[in-house]
């Protein structure tokens, strides 16, 4: 038995206290921002065991739909620091070493029998599993495919065991599956898929390849989108400039591995150093010196400060709208369908990037989101009222927290309501008109054409 905590309810309806929830982090937080304890939430490495808020409604409500939106596990860099030795990963999967998965073994044995797959186009080309024993550029890891072995098997004790979401003779029509182009999403989507589906069978497995990281589809022609993204990158660059620590540490680092320090500060050495960070492998020497702990500390505090002044100057908050209005859209219009009953699609996965993940948090207003760590998810729930079976419900949860109440649309509603999530015609509202209200327009076609106020 699941029992929610609820605050007693006053006469008039209204709740004395709010009942956000939040979600005890299992490490210590500190109380100031502290780059090294954020880097260590970012690796998310596979230790501890994760409680999660998924799957929690009143006895009388029915899970009805979910949606899951993720980010791909941890991967090899993507830039490398010039003149310093690659980081030495081993990118081939070895159940026997850590971190590992009680699944791992049978996964790979299963992911070289997967000829049966429906695959779109490019994805059919691309490998089911990392197989390196130096990891290629941008490659799945083995942390990374363990996290989500890890988040497949703990949606399916909540979904599958709990609420019987999917049957065991499930069939295709009841998925929805997408992937970028990339093998380290499409690698991430069957490593969760592997755990959670009752039966793991490749002929009913379908992957849809998305060609655009923020899955705008059709809809992708947008100038006002690509302002404000060059506005945000303005305001990027500006504060990088203002940093004088950021500023030596980047130069004394150029001098370290004997380059110039524009020629440093391209090659994105944060991505570089996160990798030996999260791999606990020593950062690179020369012959002239080592990067040490205090050149990371530096570039990662500034990142934390560029997110946190994100929030404030609102123009990625303008970028993020337009760039998700596509995804949001599609994901309400099938929540819309299914609530009717014309649609069987009871399971959606997207497989995607960080810079998928981070406007629609930013987009739907959730703002004390953290950015996107390896294998992030998010999920929209959408439950059906057993008392009154036309009314319909989303929760919103991001890691297992739930943030229904967070998101823009919603943050009134809880005051007035005793039930713990958020009527759908609200979020319905929301991608449909109100999105547009800030840009003095009422489509998308207009506000990609019109300056915000």
Same mark, same amino acid.
């Given at each position: 038995?699941?029992?929610?905590?609820?605050?007693?309810?006053?006469?008039?309806?209204?709740?004395?206290?709010?009942?956000?929830?939040?979600?005890?982090?299992?490490?210590?937080?500190?109380?100031?921002?502290?780059?090294?304890?954020?880097?260590?939430?970012?690796?998310?490495?596979?230790?501890?065991?994760?409680?999660?808020?998924?799957?929690?409604?009143?006895?009388?409500?029915?899970?009805?739909?979910?949606?899951?939106?993720?980010?791909?596990?941890?991967?090899?860099?993507?830039?490398?620091?010039?003149?310093?030795?690659?980081?030495?990963?081993?990118?081939?999967?070895?159940?026997?070493?850590?971190?590992?998965?009680?699944?791992?073994?049978?996964?790979?044995?299963?992911?070289?029998?997967?000829?049966?797959?429906?695959?779109?186009?490019?994805?059919?080309?691309?490998?089911?599993?990392?197989?390196?024993?130096?990891?290629?550029?941008?490659?799945?890891?083995?942390?990374?495919?363990?996290?989500?072995?890890?988040?497949?098997?703990?949606?399916?004790?909540?979904?599958?065991?709990?609420?019987?979401?999917?049957?065991?003779?499930?069939?295709?029509?009841?998925?929805?599956?997408?992937?970028?182009?990339?093998?380290?999403?499409?690698?991430?989507?069957?490593?969760?898929?592997?755990?959670?589906?009752?039966?793991?069978?490749?002929?009913?497995?379908?992957?849809?390849?998305?060609?655009? +990281?923020?899955?705008?589809?059709?809809?992708?022609?947008?100038?006002?989108?690509? !302002?404000? %993204? =060059?506005? /945000?990158?303005? &305001? $990027?660059?500006?504060?990088?400039?203002?940093?004088?620590?950021?500023?030596?540490?980047?130069?004394?680092?150029?001098?370290?591995?004997?380059?110039?320090?524009?020629?440093?500060?391209?090659?994105?050495?944060?991505?570089?150093?996160?990798?030996?960070?999260?791999?606990?492998?020593?950062?690179?020497?020369?012959? +002239?010196?080592?990067?040490?702990?205090?050149?990371?500390?530096?570039?990662?505090? !500034?990142? %934390? =400060?560029? /997110?946190?002044? &994100? $929030?404030?100057?609102?123009?990625?908050?303008?970028?993020?709208?337009?760039?998700?209005?596509?995804?949001?859209?599609?994901?309400?219009?099938?929540?819309?369908?299914?609530?009717?009953?014309?649609?069987?699609?009871?399971?959606?996965?997207?497989?995607?990037?960080?810079?998928?993940?981070?406007?629609?948090?930013?987009?739907?207003?959730?703002?004390?989101?953290?950015?996107?760590?390896?294998?992030?998810?998010?999920?929209?729930?959408?439950?059906?009222?057993?008392?009154?079976?036309?009314?319909?419900?989303?929760?919103?949860?991001?890691?297992?927290?739930?943030?229904?109440?967070?998101?823009?649309?919603?943050?009134?509603?809880?005051?007035?309501?005793?039930?713990?999530?958020?009527?759908?015609?609200?979020?319905?509202?929301?991608?449909?008109?109100?999105?547009?209200?800030?840009?003095?327009?009422?489509?998308?076609?207009?506000?990609?054409?019109?300056?915000?106020?």
């Amino acid at each position: 038995v699941h029992l929610i905590p609820v605050n007693p309810v006053r006469e008039d309806g209204l709740n004395p206290k709010s009942r956000k929830r939040i979600m005890p982090d299992l490490l210590t937080e500190p109380p100031a921002i502290d780059p090294v304890y954020e880097a260590h939430v970012y690796c998310n490495i596979p230790t501890i065991a994760e409680r999660s808020m998924e799957g929690h409604a009143p006895h009388y409500f029915k899970l009805v739909s979910v949606q899951v939106l993720i980010r791909h596990g941890d991967r090899y860099p993507l830039y490398a620091i010039p003149k310093t030795k690659r980081p030495d990963i081993d990118c081939m999967l070895v159940p026997s070493r850590k971190p590992s998965h009680p699944q791992l073994e049978a996964f790979i044995k299963h992911m070289s029998k997967g000829s049966a797959a429906q695959m779109d186009g490019s994805l059919s080309s691309l490998p089911r599993y990392p197989s390196h024993s130096l990891c290629e550029m941008g490659e799945l890891t083995q942390t990374g495919v363990v996290q989500h072995l890890r988040n497949g098997q703990l949606l399916r004790e909540i979904y599958i065991n709990k609420h019987k979401l999917l049957p065991s003779d499930w069939t295709a029509k009841q998925l929805y599956l997408e992937t970028t182009g990339k093998s380290r999403t499409l690698q991430s989507a069957l490593a969760l898929l592997y755990t959670f589906l009752p039966d793991f069978d490749w002929k009913k497995i379908n992957m849809r390849h998305q060609w655009s +990281t923020i899955f705008c589809s059709g809809s992708c022609d947008c100038p006002m989108r690509n !302002h404000y %993204l =060059e506005e /945000e990158q303005r &305001r $990027q660059y500006s504060l990088r400039v203002k940093n004088n620590d950021l500023e030596k540490i980047y130069v004394d680092m150029a001098k370290i591995v004997g380059i110039p320090t524009r020629q440093l500060r391209a090659s994105n050495p944060i991505d570089s150093l996160l990798c030996y960070f999260c791999h606990n492998v020593t950062f690179p020497c020369t012959k +002239t010196g080592c990067i040490g702990m205090e050149h990371f500390k530096v570039i990662k505090r !500034h990142q %934390l =400060e560029d /997110e946190r002044e &994100r $929030q404030e100057k609102k123009l990625y908050f303008l970028y993020a709208l337009l760039a998700t209005h596509p995804f949001l859209n599609q994901t309400v219009n099938r929540l819309q369908r299914i609530a009717e009953g014309k649609e069987e699609e009871v399971f959606v996965l997207y497989s995607a990037h960080d810079v998928t993940l981070s406007p629609v948090l930013s987009a739907l207003g959730i703002t004390e989101a953290r950015f996107p760590r390896f294998a992030a998810r998010l999920v929209f729930e959408l439950w059906q009222d057993g008392k009154r079976p036309k009314e319909h419900f989303i929760r919103i949860l991001y890691n297992g927290a739930d943030v229904t109440f967070q998101t823009s649309f919603c943050k009134d509603h809880y005051k007035r309501s005793n039930k713990p999530m958020c009527p759908l015609e609200k979020f319905v509202n929301f991608v449909k008109r109100d999105m547009f209200l800030i840009f003095n327009s009422t489509s998308y076609y207009d506000a990609c054409r019109r300056r915000a106020l």
